[in-house]
């Protein structure tokens, strides 16, 4: 729809917009809006839109093209290499062309880490079914030419390579559920101490394996949070046996826990070789390695601390990591302590 806009009224409009918005008329900027001046350039009114707006698509558009309706635009560079743009035009009449740049880099972004999250996930699966297939067509084809002890060998790498591929499974299902389920505040008062110790008591048969002792640090009258006791048995869980996994053999976990303000402080330190700080952020990325081929090694999927990630957001509370190269990483959870209402 065409329509005819006084000077003063554009004014207005633009200024009206939250988004970065200009007019063009002929080649030239005429009219902008602050978010425009801000992002493009203060002077930018009565410069050629090729100066101001430097995307071929775009300027076929606004200078060449003959505009009879809205028309969308993808684009990308104003305001920084790794920012996108949906710019959308509209004609206005009498050659004035109104210019709309919407901010989709978080939507972009977001798209991206589902392409990576699918690319990954298949990655992580591929894998292991290569294997899957290689012995099991060597064991079909071949079980004449092959004595017991190789098939016992091949048997047991199926089955190891099965294993993977169900615990990434059941990981991404967790995951899945997980996320499905962040909006829903857990409101059950939950003792914290005994979770731990269940824990603990369940990860000592992996800690004997590597000769370590799993340390108890917990504070007196510690008080209940408010959390899901499965998904905090989870947490627990997977922090824990990640010590046990990267810290060095021999050397011992320590599980702690103490009352810091309105929030429980719960923390699972080992002495490892500890994580370089451009690593740290990166840290609960699905499927981030910081050494790839010993956590595959190890029995890792890349998916344990995404999980604990989200099962923190979920229970209102904050995952922080401490490490130093060479002497270990200390995970920290902070989760809210239960009201009195909570049962």
């Known amino acids: 729809m065409i329509f005819t806009l006084n000077r003063d009224k554009s004014r207005r409009l633009l200024e009206g917009l939250t988004e970065p918005a200009i007019i063009v008329r002929g080649a030239s900027v005429v009219m902008s809006n602050r978010g425009a001046r801000n992002l493009l350039g203060v002077a930018i009114e009565g410069v050629d839109v090729r100066q101001v707006l430097p995307h071929p698509a775009l300027i076929e558009r606004l ?39 919407i901010d989709a880099s978080e939507a972009r972004a977001a798209e991206q880490m589902r392409v990576d999250f699918v690319a990954n996930a298949s990655h992580e699966l ?23 002890e190789t098939q016992k ?9 099965a294993r993977r591929m169900q615990r990434v499974v059941e990981d991404l ?13 857990p409101t059950e008062a939950v003792d914290l101490e005994q979770l731990i110790e269940v824990s603990v008591e369940s990860a000592k ?10 340390v108890l640090s917990i ?34 976990v320590t599980v702690g826990a103490v009352l810091e303000d309105e929030m429980v ?33 190890l029995g890792g999927t890349g998916l344990g601390l995404s999980i604990v990630k989200h099962i ?18 200390t995970v920290h959870v902070l989760l809210p302590v239960a009201s009195d209402s909570m049962s």
């Not at 299902?173 to 505040?185: G, H, N, Y």
Request: a neutral charge.
């Open 126 to 148: 591929r894998t292991p079914l290569s294997s899957l297939m290689g012995y099991t067509e060597t064991l079909r084809e071949r079980t004449a030419e092959l004595d017991g």
């Open 312 to 329: 923190i957001e979920r229970h209102r509370g904050r995952l922080t990591f401490e490490s130093e190269v060479g002497k270990g990483t």
């Open 63 to 101: 200078v060449r093209g003959r505009l009879t309706g809205p028309e969308e635009i993808e684009a990308a560079g104003f305001g920084g290499s790794r920012r996108q743009w949906l710019v959308r035009i509209a004609p206005l009449g009498e050659g004035d062309i109104l210019v709309r740049l």
């Open 265 to 297: 402080r719960l923390s699972v330190a080992d002495r490892g070789e500890g994580i370089a700080p451009e690593h740290l952020k990166r840290l609960t990325e699905r499927f981030y390695r910081v050494d790839t081929s010993r956590s595959r090694s």
């Open 153 to 161: 060998r091949f048997l047991a790498i199926v089955h190891d390579e």
């Open 219 to 252: 504070a007196d009258a510690l008080p209940p949070v408010a959390a899901d006791r499965v998904q905090i048995l989870q947490v627990l869980d997977n922090l824990i046996t990640n010590a046990l996994r990267y810290g060095e053999p021999g050397t011992p």
């Open 173 to 185: 299902i967790s995951l899945s559920r997980i996320e499905a389920e962040k909006f829903t505040t």
């Open 205 to 214: 048969r992996m800690a004997d394996e590597r000769g370590s002792e799993l």
